[in-house]
């Protein structure tokens, strides 16, 4: 079993800068790709940003120049570097992490955004 750990999550002001990790452990074998899903009140769970292995990466529109992504492979952590966060940005922020034999995410921390 792999067991994600999310962190970072808070409430902060418009234009600030927040980020978010998340560790996984337990029977891995190897990492595949790590991603960020977010989820607001009332929305549908949106893809934010995804890195491969390999480092490849891509992201919304709606966060290109704003959000980074970037892992550490040898503690199994995946990170989101949020800046100039905007209120529309509030919802609960999940992890989602493969290895070889399936997909697993995370309880989600959640992220808000005041003016």
């Known amino acids: 079993q792999v067991e994600l750990v999310e962190s970072g999550g808070g409430l902060v002001q418009a234009g600030e800068s927040l980020r978010l990790s998340c560790a996984a452990s337990?029977?891995?074998?190897?990492?595949?790709?790590m991603a960020w899903y977010r989820q607001a009140p009332g929305k549908q769970r949106e893809l934010v940003a995804r890195i491969s292995f390999d480092g490849y990466t891509n992201y919304a529109d709606f966060v290109k120049g704003r959000f980074v992504i970037s892992r550490d492979n040898a503690k199994n952590t995946a990170y989101l570097q949020m800046n100039s966060l905007k209120p529309e940005d509030t919802a609960v922020y999940y992890c989602?992490?493969?290895?070889?034999?399936?997909?697993?995410w995370g309880q989600g921390t959640q992220v808000t955004v005041s003016l």
């Open positions: 337990g029977s891995i074998f190897r990492l595949n790709a």
């Open positions: 989602w992490v493969s290895d070889v034999r399936r997909a697993y």
